[in-house]
């Protein structure tokens, strides 16, 4: 988890640096969306690629007999399935709250 944090706040630097730089020298500008995507992309994946998810709503999701120690926060996590997608989201048994 510190490894996303940090690679994430490098991300945020790099796109503020590019901005700044962009300002001063507008050729710098194919930069920006570098780091524009570069810092979409981590965004997105912290977001759809967490370790633990909020306890699915709607029926076609199912609790499975999966248990195991998330490494990253040591809490124990249940895993939920959909059937109809093969989604499966790893969820906090206590509070049902993202790790």
């Given at each position: 988890m510190m490894l996303r944090?940090?690679?994430l706040v490098v991300a945020m630097l790099f796109f503020t640096a590019t901005l700044i730089g962009a300002v001063v020298d507008p050729a710098v500008w194919p930069s920006v969306i570098a780091a524009t995507l570069l810092l979409a992309g981590i965004v997105f994946?912290?977001?759809?690629?967490?370790?633990s998810q909020a306890k699915p709503?709607?029926?076609a999701w199912r609790e499975t007999s999966e248990r195991?120690?998330?490494?990253?926060?040591?809490?124990?996590?249940?895993v939920w399935y959909n059937d109809a997608t093969g989604e499966r989201r790893y969820v906090d048994p206590k509070g049902n709250q993202p790790l």
């Open positions: 944090t940090f690679v994946e912290r977001r759809r690629y967490g370790a709503t709607g029926s195991f120690v998330d490494d990253g926060s040591g809490r124990p996590v249940t």
